[in-house]
């Protein structure tokens, strides 16, 4: 018994020493801060793989010029609208926004890198939709309505209404047309 106790003594006093000696060797942790500057590029690292350029520029609309904005409305018209009329089709009825009154008029801004990632951002009645382009695939990549703010409050003295307004079978039929592919309800 005295074997062990000595060795749990000596393991934690080796612990201790090293705690000590750490603390003592200056090691300090390193925080790296990015900062994106709407003018100039930012080195990022990726886990999307060494294809893709690591610079990432930020361009809001009042910062492009008259060729730029020809370029983002042929852009939209082309590649971008489609691919976002589509998806309002498959969630109709469940979209803030109708699709026909989205123009490039109400593009924010554009997150790229290179020519193979660009993240456009629309902003629609209080409604931010941004599309992504990931080497030529664009897809809807995020939409939030003013009322999603609703959803992070605290209740106000009652509880909250746990009901959605659409069952599973809509949201397997939506997932479907979305993605082409079958969504067995759970």
Not at 67 to 73: C, G, I, P, R
Not at 78 to 83: D, G, I, Q, R, T
Not at 154 to 163: A, V
Request: proline residues 6%.
């Amino acid at each position: 018994m005295k074997v062990i106790w000595t060795s749990g003594v000596v393991v934690l006093l080796l612990v201790a020493v090293l705690v000590l000696v750490h603390q003592k060797s200056g090691h300090q942790t390193v925080t790296n801060s990015v900062r994106v500057s709407t003018r100039h590029t930012v080195t990022v690292s990726s886990n999307q793989g060494g294809n893709l350029p690591r610079d990432v520029l930020f361009r809001k609309r009042v910062e492009l010029d008259e060729t730029q904005l020809a370029a983002l409305n042929v852009t939209f018209e082309e590649k971008l609208k489609p691919v976002i009329e589509k998806w309002c089709e498959a969630y109709a009825g469940h979209i803030p926004f109708r699709p026909e009154e989205l123009s490039s008029d109400h593009f924010h801004s554009k997150i790229s890198r290179g020519t193979s990632y660009c993240l456009y951002t629309f902003i629609i009645d209080g409604v931010t939709l941004s599309v992504e382009d990931v080497r030529g695939t664009v897809r809807v990549a995020y939409l939030n309505a003013p009322e999603s703010k609703k959803l992070m409050q605290l209740p106000k003295g009652t509880p909250p209404d746990p009901s959605i307004p659409v069952t599973r079978d809509q949201v397997a039929k939506m997932l479907k047309l979305d993605s082409g592919r079958d969504f067995a309800p759970g």
